[in-house]
């Protein structure tokens, strides 16, 4: 299958294109923004309305309930509700556009939407020479979408990748969505029980896995 991979973390962000099941790995993009520079912004806009001392310790759980990412930003900034969140002791903080302007940052990365991640998995595949040449391709890989990692989660992310991806391919994108936070944790078990990677497992307490991976890679 030909598709692009899309993971957004903690701190780092990467896409990496699939041809015929194999990864392209000289065409790996990054940046080394995520999850928390999301949260650290949403933190910065609150601040201006409340003492952040006051919601430090309610950071995450607050961007994980309350954050969204608006299909069109523009129009969402000016119509987006009011919605209370309550801290343990019982104090409302009012979250309108905050919501979905801290989730922007994966599109308008320090502002500029050249870094976001839509134009991430534009320039990946552009970083192969037999990609570049072939645009039926890289369309193709690009009307495969699979998203991974925790801060892909955000309720309309994916149907923000799908929008945008769409305007580069002049056509349908399919995004395939995670399976949950702790989808990485089922797929690494699911792995390991297959029998065929059971029978290539080998471990030596001196190497370390320095060594499978240098065997396997």
Known sequence: MESVALEVGHDLTQVLPVNDGHSVDECLEFREFGGSDITDDLMRLLDKKYNEFTMAH???????????????????????????????????????????????????????????????????????????????????????????????????????????????????????????????IIGGRVLAQLPDFREKLEYDEEAGMDEILRKRI
């Not at 129009?75 to 009011?82: D, L």
């Not at 923000?160 to 580069?168: P, Q, S």
Request: proline share 3%; glycine share 10%; aromatic share 6%.
């Open 58 to 184: 309610r950071r995450h759980e607050m961007n994980e309930t309350c954050g969204y990412v608006a299909r069109d930003y523009e129009a969402e900034e000016k119509a987006v509700e009011e919605e209370k969140y309550y801290l343990p002791d019982g104090t409302p903080l009012i979250l309108a556009k905050e919501k979905c302007q801290c989730t922007e940052l994966l599109f308008k990365v320090n502002r500029r939407v050249d870094k976001g991640i839509h134009n991430l998995i534009i320039k990946a595949l552009h970083l192969s020479p037999t990609l570049v040449a072939d645009v039926n391709l890289q369309k193709t890989m690009a009307s495969n979408i699979v998203l991974g990692g925790g801060s892909t989660l955000f309720l309309g992310l994916a149907l923000r990748v799908k929008k945008t991806a769409e305007d580069f391919v002049g056509g349908t994108v399919t995004v395939y969505e995670g399976g949950g936070p702790r989808s990485a």
